[in-house]
């Protein structure tokens, strides 16, 4: 599997062994809400589509996409001695940042989100990126650079297609699987506060998807969802009762894969992965 050198809180890497081995070999797979790009780029298919409103990271990707490994890290090394980047160097983390606000430069973004508090890529109102620093914890390491190097090697050698859509904009009739790992909305991230340039992710926004994926199956065509039904004693019911027209996978970092019976799963967090297709087969192998 291919870690994305995006190291943030939350990613799917984890739970990849659990997701890619649902999918089937597709000719056309979209990623609508792609994000640090793991299950995207996983994927085994002919084109990947990979779709984030968040238009500074797909930019970043553009980037890694169209430059050689060579001369992105010989430029992340120029930008860090530059600023004199370090763990506890907040002063060059900050100039780093108005930079940034200032230029746009995709991969002073990656850099920034190398420094940043738990690697969050967060934007403010205003379109500035307001991520705060990263004391005695972040900074571009050797595991982040060894992924970086996987991560665009395997951008040079599939066929992926950025766009930096909403959800509600996104050609679905283009991709014989559909993958979404939208906001959860039962609990808390960075993109669901309401405090954010890229927008909030409401009760609304839960039931569009809802229905998007319904018209998907109703056009023939494959999707997965990758949600959260029940978290810290809250349960997204309007999931829970849609999800009952499908077939229902729970993601678990430690156990095997069940199939969903919410009275006898009692942890805090329970994320599922709902698809309109089966694969029994793979199921058992794990």
């Known amino acids: 599997m291919i870690k994305s050198p995006l190291n943030y809180t939350g990613n799917k890497f984890k739970l990849l062994n659990q997701i890619i081995p649902v999918f089937p070999k597709v000719q056309k797979f979209a990623d609508v809400?792609?994000?640090?790009l793991n299950v995207g780029i996983n994927a085994d298919a002919d084109i990947i589509f990979a779709n984030d409103r968040m238009s500074p990271l797909i930019e970043m990707y553009e980037y890694f996409q169209l430059h050689s490994i060579d001369e992105i890290l010989?430029?992340?090394s120029s930008i860090i001695t530059f600023y004199s980047l370090s763990k506890t160097n907040q002063e060059g983390f900050f100039t780093?940042?108005?930079?940034?606000?200032?230029?746009?430069?995709?991969?002073?973004l990656f850099v920034l989100s190398c420094y940043s508090f738990n690697n969050i890529i967060r934007f403010n109102n205003?379109?500035?990126y307001n991520s705060s620093f990263g004391k005695n914890?972040?900074?571009?390491?050797k595991e982040i650079e060894e992924n970086l190097l996987k991560f665009v090697n395997i951008l040079k050698n599939k066929n992926v297609i950025f766009s930096s859509k909403d959800f509600k904009n996104f050609d679905y009739e283009n991709a014989d699987l559909v993958y979404c790992d939208p906001p959860y909305l039962i609990s808390n991230a960075m993109y669901n506060d309401g405090k954010r340039c890229f927008g909030d992710w409401?009760?609304?926004?839960?039931?569009?998807?809802?229905q998007i994926l319904d018209a998907v199956h109703q056009n023939g065509k494959m999707f997965a969802l990758s949600n959260v039904i029940e978290h810290k004693g809250l349960v997204n019911e309007e999931l829970l009762e849609w999800s009952k027209k499908y077939n229902t996978i729970v993601l678990n970092k430690t156990y095997s894969n069940c199939s969903y019976n919410l009275k006898t799963k009692a942890e805090k967090t329970q994320e599922v992965l709902i698809t309109n297709f089966e694969r029994n087969d793979l199921i058992e192998d794990w």
């Open 33 to 36: 809400f792609c994000g640090g």
């Open 137 to 141: 914890r972040s900074s571009f390491n």
């Open 96 to 108: 780093l940042r108005n930079d940034y606000n200032a230029e746009k430069d995709p991969l002073k």
């Open 74 to 76: 010989s430029e992340i």
């Open 126 to 128: 205003s379109f500035e």
């Open 202 to 210: 409401s009760k609304q926004d839960d039931a569009d998807l809802l």
